[in-house]
């Protein structure tokens, strides 16, 4: 998304009317990956959906394998929520020309960074109590779906990081911020749908 | 000024900080340029590249088919071993680093920016990267044959618990490049669907409306957003099975609680749609050709682009019917029966569409048109017999047979080679300046096309008589050895090497042309389409005398109120004809 500039903004004077994109190409290119990352994680939904409701009597919920802290994760969640609503206002300030904008991604970028770290102490417990990746197809499950979802978090911190340094440097150019923001939504939208499907 | 302007009106896009026509060394000209043009023929020549090794596989595996145990001449002796995994590597390349790349990846690069008349991408470095991802893949599988136990030898469908566990499969290490290699091409893909989409929804030179924009773009652009929908569920299979495979996890695994059948539905879920993926490109090449060659607009533009997305979601609704008889409830099996037999209406419609395009048209035999034609009747062969296995009755009997394998390369040989050399004499003139030999280019069409049925009608017949697919040597199975069985095995195998033979024709033509061919104009062919403004070959950026501005559809031919019978889409003229 490096070259994200959006297309037409450069062009010198005197070529041709240019059509206003109805969707910045940073944007529109972020969203169409969002596309392909959601099938991906429909995909292994589904797929665990699936394995449970074909489960075996008495083989589910899994024995001797503790139950995952749907009540802790909540915290998470809500730091996690949280953040996005901070972004959405970082955004309409950055729209107003506001300097406030970029401490606002700051504050964004804390609380996700804060919602991963506290996801990380929770994996930690798990991992003590005996929930690995190949102990049972709830653990096999629960760190592919979540760890999956973890490693997108932290590619999206980066991003967003990223655009916090660009705003703080002054820049104005939008393209990484639209983009840094799209995938950001998409990672905090498609938490409760984990939260849902995979902790109860 | 203005056409210095236009031509590097994205300078900063491109990575480029020279000014006027920069020389380029070599390594950035050819090997790390951000150049559509140029990604899209590195593209084309290591799909081309890939052909051949799945041409030398499948040359190989026939042999030992056809005269079992025989040292194959450039081979040697064909293990069992050997067998499946050159078995799977045909598959596997023919599909992802033949037909994926050179209709989609390579026509889309080149053609997308010329045919909607911008200077290149909107993320050209994307681009690049795309590409540099896609090289790597290939590198990886070619690899995959020199590690411990070989390479893969689980089929392109990679089933588990096969693919999944080493003792089964015997290639420890293979399994694992196969499916890196595979993940990695998807990965291309998906940054080149973006760049493709994205592109034509913000780049298309003014005035080109949703209905002026060439099939064949519209084609490309509903084949990305069809890869990119139905890629995910696979790349999360993927994701599992390598978990399977090297952290010992049960995914798939029925001693774990794991599911094999999972891995099949989430393999055809985007195994399907994968089918349309690449046809409809070769669909929309087809309809650039026949226009022109018939001089004729094509019949029902619209109906042809609602067709394609009619198709197109339809295709996410049928994969089931690959698993009939793998134990899936049999009301579901009804459902899929269904719903694959109706994909057959929205693909024969536009079968139709392209016949009532050529009814009353002037017609002119070319090479590119010869090709065209070919892909249609051939391509009706391949669809009328999947009505037999989309049937799930009928199904039962067929499956695992050679019909099976009859019907699908009677689908994806017209897809990824007779669409394919349809547009490479089509565009050669733009692509390289060049005018291609006429006579080798139709002994080398007609000496394909005979060939390609001399192989492939033997095996539906062997299919119809119960002949199993997936069998090293059949002398081990009488029931499979009745008298004629072999023969028919052998005339398969001799078409082949007909078919391979002239193959080097192309390729000699190909050389040739390129270098001594005839030069070409900018317009041979006398089309409307914006790539044809362009000079042959197009200079970087395209168009030096600035971004063309569009005026009406792209299939005005025989015009009545003109006097040439075509009527190109940049030239400023009276009122926009009437579309449909």
């Known amino acids: 998304m490096i070259d994200a500039l959006p297309h037409g903004t450069q062009a010198p004077l005197g070529s041709p009317a240019k059509r206003r994109p109805v969707v910045p190409s940073a944007v529109l290119g972020t969203l169409i990956f969002v596309v392909a990352e959601v099938m991906f994680f429909v995909g292994m939904i589904s797929a665990f959906t699936i394995s449970k409701a074909t489960a075996l009597p008495g083989s589910w919920p899994v024995p001797g394998q503790p139950m995952l802290p749907a009540d802790a994760t909540a915290l998470n969640t809500v730091a996690l929520l949280l953040s996005g609503a901070v972004l959405v206002a970082a955004h309409v300030s950055f729209r107003k020309g506001s300097p406030m904008a970029k401490w606002l991604v700051l504050g964004a970028w804390v609380l996700g960074a804060l919602f991963v770290g506290l996801q990380g102490r929770e994996w930690a417990a798990l991992l003590s109590q005996g929930l690995t990746l190949t102990s049972s197809r709830l653990g096999a499950f629960f760190y592919l779906i979540v760890g999956t979802h973890a490693v997108h978090a932290l590619m999206a911190l980066v991003a967003l990081g990223l655009s916090f340094v660009s705003l703080l440097r002054g820049s104005t150019s939008p393209g990484l911020f639209f983009g840094a923001q799209t995938f950001w939504y998409f990672v905090v939208l498609l938490w409760p749908i984990i939260y849902a499907r995979v902790y109860f | ?580």
């Open chain 2, 1 to 580: 000024m203005s056409a210095e302007a236009h031509a590097h009106g994205h300078a900063d896009g491109h990575g480029h900080h020279g000014h006027g026509h920069h020389d380029e060394g070599f390594i950035k000209k050819y090997l790390w340029s951000t150049d559509h043009k140029m990604i899209g023929f590195q593209y084309m020549f290591t799909g081309m590249a890939m052909a051949l090794l799945g041409g030398f596989t499948v040359y190989a595996f026939r042999m030992q088919l056809a005269f079992p145990g025989i040292s194959v001449p450039g081979y040697g002796r064909v293990t069992a071993t050997d067998y499946n995994a050159l078995v799977t590597t045909h598959g596997s390349v023919m599909i992802f680093w033949v037909a994926m790349p050179v209709l989609i990846a390579a026509l889309g690069n080149y053609l997308i920016p010329l045919m909607i008349g911008c200077d290149d991408m909107v993320f050209p470095r994307l681009n690049r990267l795309s590409y540099q991802i896609f090289l790597i893949s290939a590198i990886v599988l070619i690899a995959s044959f020199y590690v411990d136990g070989g390479a893969f030898g689980g089929a392109w469908t990679s089933y588990p618990p096969l693919s999944a566990k080493a003792e089964f499969s015997l290639t420890p290490k293979g399994s694992t490049l196969w499916l890196l290699a595979v993940a990695l091409e998807f990965v291309a893909f998906l940054l080149g669907g973006i760049n493709f989409v994205t592109t034509v929804m913000n780049s298309r030179a003014p005035g080109m409306k949703m209905f002026d924009v060439p099939i064949v773009v519209w084609m490309i652009i509903i084949a990305s957003i069809l890869f990119m929908a139905s890629v995910g569920p696979l790349v999360a299979g993927a994701v599992m099975l390598l978990f399977d495979q090297q952290l010992g996890t049960g995914f798939f695994d029925p001693a774990k609680g794991g599911d094999p059948v999972l891995w099949q539905h989430l393999f055809w879920f985007f195994g399907h749609p994968e089918v349309y993926v690449v046809l409809l490109p070769a669909m929309g090449i087809v309809a650039e050709i026949i226009t022109v060659f018939s001089r004729k607009k094509l019949f029902a533009y619209k109906t042809v682009l609602y067709t394609a997305i009619g198709t197109g979601v339809l295709s996410f609704f049928v994969w089931a019917h690959h698993q009939f008889i793998a134990g899936i409830d049999p009301r579901m099996a009804n459902i899929f029966s269904v719903t694959t037999l109706l994909i057959s209406i929205p693909v024969a419609e536009m079968c139709f569409v392209y016949i009532a395009t050529l009814y009353g048209g002037s017609i002119r035999l070319t090479t590119p048109m010869l090709w065209a034609l070919a892909f249609i009747g051939e391509f009706l062969l391949g669809g009328v017999t999947g009505i037999f296995l989309g049937a799930s009755g009928a199904d039962i009997y067929f499956h695992d047979t050679y019909f099976v394998i009859a019907h699908f390369h009677y689908t994806f040989f017209p897809i990824a080679f007779i669409a394919v050399f349809a547009a490479v004499t089509y565009w050669f003139p733009k692509m390289f300046g060049k005018h291609m030999n006429d006579t080798l280019g139709k002994m080398h069409f007609w000496g394909t096309i005979i060939s390609f049925n001399f192989i492939f009608i033997p095996l539906f017949v062997l299919g119809a008589r119960g002949d199993h697919r997936r069998i090293y040597d059949y002398r081990h199975f009488p029931d499979l050895m009745k008298p004629g069985m072999q023969d028919l095995r052998i005339l398969a195998t001799v078409a082949l090497l007909v078919l391979l033979a002239f193959q080097v024709v192309f390729l000699a033509n190909f050389i040739y042309s390129l270098f001594k061919g005839r030069k070409a104009e900018a317009n041979p062919w006398n089309a409307n389409t914006l790539e044809w403004h362009a000079p042959s070959p197009p200079p970087h950026g395209n168009f030096p005398e600035g971004l063309p501005t569009v005026h009406r559809g792209p299939y005005e031919y025989s015009h009545p109120d003109r006097q040439d019978d075509f009527w190109p889409q940049h030239l400023a003229g009276d009122a926009r004809s009437a579309q449909s």
